[in-house]
């Protein structure tokens, strides 16, 4: 196994495939599997590009040709940010075949983010666009190459004299497969973090192939199944539950949109007869408005995803009769355990809960502070362990010290309850993690830039409530000499090249911090003051 990473314990491991959970599967042999079974039915659909199963099988081939042909070899990592695309499905599946590892990155990261991912993984080549969403890319990754030693190849999906083009690594040689084995690592997932920057999570073929399986049982997926992505796929949420990656185990058929407005969606429902997607609750409130005063024909919908961040139950209770189709609410987590409400369960269950481990091998525990467990009902944090969840990030002994119990369980940093049908709700957050909207922010990561600023003594992020979003952030300073502006602060922060949706929502200017009875700063009453400033509004 790669070096870095948490081995599964033989014993588990043997348990995991005695059950027929792991099935002893690959990637780059499923796509095979598939071509085989599909040929011609389509895979995937962009705009007005139809890619059939073949097609898509073909292409990864010659990718994969190109790829090693530039001396990308087994284990090797690239640090892949592409936008939903027929590219990335064919830069994966190529990376798949010759056991390289994505490390899975998402278009709104910026400098920061991609060289830490890049000097962190030791990637070996960076693919990205040249421009997408009115971003230019290729300054950015002038930067990255200049400074991360390990990375010898930028390749970008637009046309450059500075870099490889990737239409120009498909070619028709034969390549030596290497020996791509179910329990190898497949990719590098990102955690939405806590402490610092994004950790890296290792995930086997097995494991997640498993989780995709059971999600497709569990959410209908099959060959005559059409799957909007509409997110960005590379977040593990669309790409695994089941995603487009469920999708393409299932033999469905994928529509990409590059965008979520539903400008772009609602057409696409129609014309393409989606048959499932998936949302995060500010999306599902924007489609709800749109819903209204927008005529196409939904008919072919059968169920709407909502999960990422909180969902409120009374958006929730509107999405069924706007859509005339089901919802499944979605709690999972890019490190592994995905509960769904199921698409028999009664409304009462769907609007209220976040619905239950998708495996009956999935191992919960709900506890209080010490670590005992708490009465049935009441709130605690969830820790899990199971067939589909990591024992381990990527490089990081210290840190899975904290966020594993000895016995192996997750510390998730979720608040929640059990109710008497097995049902999860989720009650809140230990973790110091902002969840915008289904974007998450780790505190520590961005106070760690202001701290930097020249007027910044001392920095403390927290959530604030928002009705749209759920939550946003909001950044307490106690300033330096000089007062800083809000203005200066975000341009500071852009400057210094952090995704956007990092950037504090907004500044508080305080003397001092409330602290804890220990002495630590206390971010409950700093939540607390600015949720009592905004309800004075
Ligand atoms: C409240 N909070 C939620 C929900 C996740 C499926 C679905 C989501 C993710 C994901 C994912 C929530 N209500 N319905 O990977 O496969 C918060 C929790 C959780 C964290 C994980 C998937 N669904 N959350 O969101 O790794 O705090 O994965 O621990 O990005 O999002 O975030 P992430």
């Not at 499932?276 to 005529?295: C, F, N, Y």
């Not at 341009?491 to 911090?513: C, H, M, W």
Request: net charge negative; charged share 25%.
């Amino acid at each position: 196994m790669l070096d870095g990473c948490q081995p599964w314990p033989h014993e588990i491991a043997a348990f995991y495939r005695e059950t027929d959970c792991w099935r002893g599967e690959t990637f780059g042999q499923i796509l095979r599997d598939r071509a085989a079974m599909y040929s011609e039915n389509i895979a995937l659909t962009n705009g007005e590009e139809y890619v059939s199963y073949k097609t898509l099988d073909e292409r990864v081939d010659q990718l994969a040709a190109g790829f090693q042909r530039i001396g990308l070899k087994k284990e090797d990592r690239v640090v892949v940010q592409l936008p939903n695309t027929i590219a990335f499905f064919e830069v994966c599946f190529a990376l798949f075949r010759l056991g390289v590892l994505p490390v899975f990155s998402l278009p709104t990261h910026r400098y920061s983010e991609i060289q830490y991912f890049c000097a962190f993984s030791e990637a070996k080549a960076y693919i990205m666009p040249d421009h997408f969403n009115g971003y230019n890319y290729l300054d950015m990754a002038r930067e990255v190459h200049e400074n991360t030693p390990s990375l010898q190849h930028v390749i970008t999906l637009g046309e450059t004299e500075d870099f490889v083009k990737l239409a120009d690594l498909y070619m028709d040689d034969q390549y030596i497969q290497p020996e791509v084995s179910p329990s190898d690592i497949a990719f590098l997932q990102l955690s939405g973090g806590s402490t610092g920057l994004s950790k890296l999570i290792p995930r086997t073929h097995d494991e997640y192939i498993y989780s995709l399986r059971r999600s497709n049982e569990i959410c209908e997926l099959n060959e005559k199944s059409v799957y909007l992505a509409v997110l960005p796929i590379a977040h593990n949420y669309p790409l695994s539950s089941p995603g487009v990656l469920g999708a393409l185990y299932a033999g469905a058929r994928i529509v990409l949109s590059s965008g979520p407005s539903p400008d772009e969606a609602f057409p696409l429902i129609e014309k393409e007869k989606v048959s499932i997607t998936a949302l995060v609750p500010p999306l599902a409130i924007i489609w709800l408005e749109a819903v209204k005063t927008r005529s196409y024909d939904f008919s072919s919908l059968q169920v709407i995803q909502v999960g990422g961040a909180h969902f409120s139950s009374e958006t929730a209770k509107r999405i069924r009769p706007a859509f005339d189709c089901k919802l499944q609410q979605v709690y999972g987590m890019a490190e592994g355990l995905v509960n769904y409400t199921r698409l028999v369960d009664p409304d009462e269950i769907v609007i209220h809960t976040q619905g239950r481990p998708m495996s009956p091998y999935d191992e919960i525990r709900i506890v209080d502070e010490e670590d005992r467990e708490v009465a049935q009902g009441e709130a605690g944090e969830l820790l899990t362990r199971g067939p589909y969840t990591i024992r381990g990030y990527y490089k990081a002994d210290q840190h899975n010290a904290k966020a594993f119990t000895s016995d192996g369980f997750y510390r998730t940093g979720d608040l929640v309850s059990l109710n008497e049908a097995g049902y999860i709700v989720m009650e809140g957050r230990v973790k110091d993690q902002i969840n915008r909207g289904g974007e998450k922010i780790a505190a520590e990561e961005v106070e760690d830039h202001l701290i930097a600023h020249r007027h910044v003594l001392d920095v403390a992020i927290v959530s604030m409530p928002d009705k749209f979003l759920g939550e946003r952030s909001c950044a307490f300073i106690i300033p330096f000499e000089q007062t800083p502006s809000a203005a200066e602060i975000k341009a500071f922060l852009q400057k210094r090249g952090i995704a956007t949706y990092k950037i504090p929502d907004r500044i508080e200017i305080v003397n001092s911090f409330p602290q804890t009875p220990f002495g630590k700063v206390s971010k409950k009453a700093l939540r607390k003051m600015i949720t009592e400033k905004l309800a004075n509004v």
